[in-house]
């Protein structure tokens, strides 16, 4: 069975048209806000030729999370309004929805779990940004902790026939979730999340967070603080309960990404104590 599992999630992984999709226009939005030279008019008019992104999105601009109490009725408005960041953000919520919002059963997420912890990561990677005065990056975070854990939509049926040999190598020889996952079918969430970014033409930093959000020590230098800020929101959600499901239980804080971003005990305990506003806060999200 374990040769046929790795086999067909081999076919699945190398053939993009197996792979979830997303709206075009994201990958090019992703990738012009990326660029610090970026020209606004031109993202309003890229966004714009997607007719059902720009309705939902100007409704997601009005809600309690993004709107800054303006009415928002076009986009160049939302974008000088809020900035093309944050609008990036929404854009981002608005087409990974359908993506993210379904039941992910090999994990044991009933539909809405999985999105509700992606939302909850991806607000408090931005809390944290905020809070260290880390401003210029907290979109990103945003970003790479609303797709984080994109490859358990793939993975997820596998998992289920895989999941007693998997919990059992976790039982026996103490491997992470992750690395037990890896051994068994292959594959981890991680490395097929980051080629889900490849085929949407997502950049590096975003595929770094994906890929190194359970060892954020081992992502390469340069990105080694972008990815420690999802790795504690993501640990610290799952710690509190939110998303948690059969890897729940098998999961690390990284002491060194505690550091890197320079968060006290007392920070820490803080973020635990957040969590009733981060979902209140990812409620006006979705
Ligand atoms: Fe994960
Ligand atoms: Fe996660």
């Not at 970003?143 to 984080?148: A, E, K, V």
Request: proline share 2%.
């Amino acid at each position: 069975m374990q040769i046929s599992v790795k086999e067909r999630l081999e076919s699945i992984i190398n053939n993009l048209d197996q792979l979830p999709s997303i709206p075009e226009v994201v990958g090019k939005v992703i990738n012009m806000v990326n660029d610090p030279n970026v020209d606004f008019r031109m993202v309003a008019q890229e966004i714009s030729r997607d007719q059902a992104i720009t309705t939902n999105l100007l409704k997601l601009c009005n809600s309690a999370y993004f709107s800054k109490g303006k009415e928002i009725t076009t986009l160049d408005r939302a974008i000088v309004t809020l900035g093309i960041k944050e609008v990036k953000d929404a854009v981002m919520v608005v087409a990974t929805k359908a993506v993210l919002n379904r039941a992910i059963l090999g994990y044991d997420l009933a539909r809405g779990m999985l999105w509700e912890h992606d939302l909850a990561v991806a607000v408090m990677s931005k809390n944290i940004a905020m809070m260290k005065k880390d401003r210029a990056i907290a979109d990103l975070v945003f970003t790479g902790g609303i797709i984080h854990d994109v490859g358990k939509t793939v993975l997820a049926l596998f998992v289920q026939s895989a999941f007693k040999e998997i919990l059992a190598k976790v039982e026996s020889s103490g491997v992470s979730f992750q690395q037990a996952e890896r051994e068994v079918m292959g594959y981890d969430h991680q490395e097929v999340g980051e080629r889900i970014l490849a085929k949407w033409k997502f950049p590096q930093v975003l595929k770094d967070i994906v890929r190194y959000h359970h060892e954020p020590d081992n992502a390469p230098e340069e990105q080694r603080k972008i990815v420690s800020y999802v790795h504690v929101a993501n640990s610290v959600c799952l710690m509190a309960g939110v998303g948690i499901g059969s890897d729940g239980l098998y999961h690390e804080l990284s002491e060194k990404a505690i550091k890197r971003i320079g968060i006290t005990d007392e920070e820490l305990n803080q973020l635990y104590s957040d969590i009733p506003d981060v979902l209140r806060q990812v409620k006006g999200l979705s």
